[in-house]
């Protein structure tokens, strides 16, 4: 999701002069970014929005040093991600524990599979938190690789390797669990 | 293969949403000051104002250290100068002792002269009992 592009940046303006009303706005423009990708960090829907709560009390404190709507999503999908890596580091979350049934997609096209994209989502689970971020980055913010290295902190190759890897890992499992039945054509 | 994995991991991530009343909830725990504080605009704060006390008088303390320090600066100057003065004399002393050796030292040297000067005299009479060489 590419969360509220076309928002002015005169709302992040009134934000920063103390108007509340356009800072709600903004969280609600960010909110769903924000709690997604700590929901699929942590896998605990009550742990996401301790997150997300967080991510955005940060923001409200660091909001002079925001420029644009563009630099703002940049902030805090670089915040919520690494937030959600310290949180695995100290924090014992479980990774088996499966997400809500009643999750609410937030773009509801028509997915074709329902269960496959359960499991896809509970697969991701499996992955170390560095390459789980990666790919949330990658197939969930829709960010390019330059972005993902720059909101992580690692080396473009870094991020091309764990993207390659994890795709790897998840079409391994996708086979071993009987979602898929081909090898692989390269 | 890939691309379809692909397309279906960015149909199961699709972003979710927030839980109900999400922003309500961060709302109320917004601090009570607006984010402008954190910003630019200045904000006074009153703060109780303590007694008014008898304010310090700092110049005889600074008088005093000022004092010291003069006092150790001029202690160092004569000690400097006492030191410099006893080398000089020592010195002067020195070449003193040095011209008397030599002027000492060229009288003997002169004496010496004019004694081999003396005994090897051709014209020198013969002293009493002093044979001539028979060779």
Known sequence: ?186 | MTDELENQLRRALRPVEAPEGFTERLMSRLPVAPAALYTSAPVVVALPVPARRKPRNFALPAALAASLVAAVMLGQHMAYEIETGRQQRELAEGRAASRELMEALRVTSQKLDMAYQAVNSPSRPAAPGEEENPS
Request: glycine residues 4%.
């Open chain 1, 1 to 186: 999701m590419n969360p509220a592009p076309s928002m002015p940046d005169s709302l992040l303006t009134q934000a920063r002069a103390g108007d509340t009303d356009a800072f709600a706005a903004l969280v609600r423009a960010h909110q769903g970014s924000v709690f997604s990708i700590g929901l699929r960090m942590l896998n605990r829907r009550d742990a996401a929005e301790d997150l997300a709560q967080d991510v955005f009390l940060q923001l409200y404190r660091r909001l002079a040093d925001i420029e644009s709507q563009e630099h703002l999503g940049f902030w805090l999908r670089r915040v919520a991600s690494n937030l959600a890596i310290d949180w695995l580091r100290r924090l014992p979350y479980t990774s088996t524990q499966p997400l809500d049934d009643d999750m609410q997609v937030a773009s509801p096209e028509n997915p074709q599979d329902p269960l496959m994209d359960r499991e896809l989502a509970r697969l991701m689970n499996e992955l170390s938190p560095p390459a789980r971020a990666v790919m949330l980055l990658r197939y969930q913010e829709d960010r390019d690789l330059a972005e993902i290295g720059a909101t992580l902190d690692m080396p473009v190759n870094t991020v091309k390797s764990h993207i390659k890897r994890s795709l790897t890992a998840l079409r391994a499992r996708m086979i071993g669990a009987r979602l898929v039945d081909c090898e692989p054509r390269e």
